[in-house]
């Protein structure tokens, strides 16, 4: 059964950086759109990043031109670069195909950012 786990999340400050990635136990990301998620604290999860199989990624609006989803199929990897990081961009972080598949949610990775 394929895991997948996310990593890199941590304290920064605001305009800082920070790379996550999410690792899978076995070879999905080649066959499926992998999103990244984001739920922040007393709000519902919401989509920040898809990346289709092909085609270009799709951004919400409010990480537009500050994220960039990127995969290593070779890696089973998909990592999210996020630059000039907001206050509101506090949010535990995850990542999932799309659709999203329940038997996949991992623990997320939290991100905290400082103002």
């Known amino acids: 059964q394929v895991q997948l786990v996310e990593s890199g999340g941590g304290l920064v400050q605001a305009g800082g950086s920070l790379r996550l990635s999410c690792a899978a136990s076995?070879?999905?990301?080649?066959?499926?759109?992998m999103v990244w998620y984001r739920q922040a604290p007393g709000k519902q999860r919401e989509l920040g990043a898809r990346k289709p199989r092909y085609g270009s990624s799709v951004y919400a609006d409010s990480v537009k031109g500050r994220f960039t989803i990127s995969k290593d199929n070779a890696k089973n990897t998909v990592f999210l670069q996020r630059n000039g990081l907001r206050s509101e961009d506090t949010a535990v972080y995850y990542c999932n195909t799309d659709p999203s598949n329940n038997e996949l949610w991992g623990q997320g990775t939290q991100v905290t950012v400082s103002s």
């Open positions: 076995g070879s999905i990301f080649w066959g499926y759109t």
